[in-house]
Nanobody, 125 residues
Framework: QVQLAESGGGLVQAGGSLRLSCAAS????????MAWFRQAPGKEREFAAA????????FYADSVKGRFTISRDNAKNTVYLQMNSLKPEDTAVYYC??????????????????WGQGTQVTVSS
């Protein structure tokens, strides 16, 4: 069983930055994609960013492209989400997710095998 633990959320003013971390632990690590999804109050969970674990290819939702950067540290089994130029509409619970094999639907939450508990990000105006 894989456990994913997010950290780094908090309260920040609009225009500020935060860096989220997601540490994976448990059975031998085997991931193809690591991703960040988010869920705002009253809305469905949505894709934010994904990265291929070994190749490092990155994918972003249009709403975060140019402001967020996903990266990973293979040695630490950790994925990061650097969030810059934050907006009030970025307020959400951010979830880390892992998928073990390739898919062309990396942006769909149903494609992921493991999920973290989430970390709250609140951006004030």
């Amino acid at each position: 069983q894989v456990q994913l633990a997010e950290s780094g959320g908090g309260l920040v003013q609009a225009g500020g930055s935060l860096r989220l971390s997601c540490a994976a632990s448990g059975r031998p690590f085997s991931a193809y994609y690591m991703a960040w999804f988010r869920q705002a109050p009253g809305k469905e969970r949505e894709f934010a960013a994904a990265i291929t674990w070994y190749g490092g290819s990155t994918f972003y939702a249009d709403s975060v492209k140019g402001r967020f950067t996903i990266s990973r540290d293979n040695a630490k089994n950790t994925v990061y989400l650097q969030m810059n130029s934050l907006k009030p509409e970025d307020t959400a619970v951010y979830y880390c997710a892992q998928r073990r094999v390739w898919t062309n639907r990396y942006y769909q939450e149903g494609e992921y095998d493991y999920w973290g508990q989430g970390t709250q990000v609140t951006v004030s105006s």
